[in-house]
T-cell receptor, first 117, second 111 residues
Framework: SAVISQKPSRDICQRGTSLTIQCQVD?????MFWYRQQPGQSLTLIAT?????????ESGFVIDKFPISRPNLTFSTLTVSNMSPEDSSIYLC??????????????FGEGSWLTVV | DAKTTQPPSMDCAEGRAANLPCNHS???????VYWYRQIHSQGPQYIIH???NNETNEMASLIITEDRKSSTLILPHATLRDTAVYYC????????????FGGGTRVLVKP
């Protein structure tokens, strides 16, 4: 299957600052998604990262808070802006539609653990 | 909105088969049943998916009822490493269609 790498894997951030999470895939993918998982909760989709255009955000998530870039078919970034303790979560990159995986199954990276203090 | 219902937790004995139920009574004709699991501190891991026929791979078997309103994921010989949260999700099979996660079943495999 495709290898999905996220950086950083873990970070502790000061409130009011911003952090950019990177997602790199070892093959071209059709779709890239960003999820959030708050402590003890299930996964919630933040947005679909669209190559060459603005991301498509889910209800409750806005571009000013979670700007997303996707400059090509193998890379995307998610920025968590003006962080507060409520943003402490695992942020997960996921992909589908790869050259090496058939059936449009969605695969996940290992996640980026953010703690805001 | 999640379209599946799963028990919040279950225990199973190491070495025995683990049968994880999922109800999806409002599933549409073009929606597949997907199973993922999330071991603590890791990203979700794809297990298996199916439309109406039973499916088997190296990880598990998926049994879907004839009316497709429910399914069962079977881990044939549970090990301690199978302890995880298991998510049952219905999804149209297309690249742009996302996964919507419910609460899942927290499975604890006991020695």
């Amino acid at each position: 299957s495709a290898v999905i790498s996220q950086k950083p894997s873990r970070d502790i951030c000061q409130r009011g600052t911003s952090l950019t999470i990177q997602c790199q895939v070892d093959s071209q993918v059709t779709m890239m998604f960003w999820y959030r998982q708050q402590p003890g909760q299930s996964l919630t989709l933040i947005a679909t990262a669209n190559q060459g255009s603005e991301a498509t955000y889910e209800s409750g998530f806005v571009i000013d808070k979670f700007p997303i870039s996707r400059p090509n078919l193998t890379f995307s970034t998610l920025t968590v802006s003006n962080m507060s303790p409520e943003d402490s979560s695992i942020y997960l990159c996921s992909v589908s539609g790869t050259e090496v995986i058939s059936g449009n199954t969605i695969y996940f990276g290992e996640g980026s653990w953010l703690t805001v203090v | 909105d999640a379209k599946t219902t799963q028990p919040p937790s279950m225990d199973c004995a190491e070495g025995r088969a683990a049968n994880l139920p999922c109800n999806h009574s409002t599933i549409s004709g073009n929606e597949y049943v997907y199973w993922y699991r999330q071991i603590h501190s890791q990203g979700p891991q794809y297990i298996i998916h199916g439309l109406k026929n039973n499916e088997t791979n190296e990880m598990a078997s998926l049994i879907i009822t004839e009316d497709r309103k429910s399914s069962t994921l079977i881990l044939p010989h549970a090990t301690l490493r199978d302890t995880a949260v298991y998510y049952c999700i219905v999804r149209v099979l297309a690249a742009g269609n996302k996964l919507t996660f419910g609460g899942g079943t927290r499975v604890l495999v006991k020695p």
